[in-house]
Nanobody, 122 residues
Framework: QVQLVESGGGLVQPGGSLRLSCAASGRIFRINGMGWYRQAPGKQRELVAGITKSGTTNYADSVKGRFTISRDNAKNTVYLQMNSLKPEDTAVYYC????????????????WGQGTQVTVSS
């Protein structure tokens, strides 16, 4: 089995910064794409940022220039550095990963973390 555990959320003032982490553990052969999503109350879950196995990144327009996604393949961990936070960034943030558990099948399964709350408020 595979588990994703997020950390780093919390309460921050507008203009502040937070760094989210998501560590994968369990039966892992290789992790392909990794990403961060968020869901605000009453809204649909949306993609915030993604990063491929080779390190190519993409971002939602609303966070470009403020958020940075990165990954440490040796630690099976993905990070989201969030700077210049705004009240509209308030949401539960989820990591999402495509993980191959067996080199025999080569099949990737998709996993979600449990979510971490980020609140931006003065």
């Amino acid at each position: 089995q595979v588990q994703l555990v997020e950390s780093g959320g919390g309460l921050v003032q507008p203009g502040g910064s937070l760094r989210l982490s998501c560590a994968a553990s369990g039966r892992i052969f290789r992790i392909n794409g990794m990403g961060w999503y968020r869901q605000a109350p009453g809204k649909q879950r949306e993609l915030v940022a993604g990063i491929t196995k080779s390190g190519t990144t993409n971002y939602a327009d609303s966070v470009k220039g403020r958020f940075t996604i990165s990954r440490d393949n040796a630690k099976n961990t993905v990070y989201l550095q969030m700077n210049s936070l705004k009240p509209e960034d308030t949401a539960v943030y989820y990591c999402n990963e495509d993980i191959i558990s067996s080199p025999l099948t080569g099949r990737a399964n998709n996993y979600w973390g449990q979510g971490t709350q980020v609140t931006v408020s003065s």
